[in-house]
């Protein structure tokens, strides 16, 4: 009989922290007040951050991509210059693709956005 109590209170005490811990989520619309309406919550969500995550890509990623991408550039370039000096033939086809790659990604913020309908 106590070990019937046991699992009852285990049960039960399930039971309540489910309740407790659990919630229906529900997605309404601003416009129409129309409950369910995930992909209208979404959309607004987006068309609100669209500004901040443009800023945050123009201000942040780019930059940092940009740099990346010229390290690479100037380290690769220094490597092929010194095995110019020591094999007489100079590889210029890494370099050319990271310096296409710097332009590409500099100048990308210009007309990044149009493409992307932003």
């Known amino acids: 009989m106590k070990k019937y109590w046991k699992v009852l209170l285990c049960v039960a005490l399930v039971m309540m922290v489910t309740c407790l811990c659990s919630f229906s989520a529900v997605a309404a619309s601003a416009d129409t007040g129309v409950a369910g309406d995930v992909a209208g919550a979404v959309e607004n969500t987006w068309n ?3 500004g ?3 800023q945050v890509v123009n201000n942040v ?6 740099l990346i991408l010229a390290v690479l550039f100037f380290v690769k370039l220094g490597t092929a210059y010194f095995d110019y ?4 033939q100079f590889e210029f086809v890494a370099p050319a693709i990271l310096f296409a790659c710097l332009v ?4 990308a913020p210009l007309y990044i956005w149009d493409i992307l309908g932003m």
């Open 104 to 107: 590409f990604t500099l100048t």
């Open 61 to 66: 990623i780019f930059p940092v991509v940009d």
């Open 85 to 88: 000096r020591k094999h007489g």
């Open 48 to 50: 609100d951050a669209q």
């Open 52 to 54: 901040q995550i443009k």
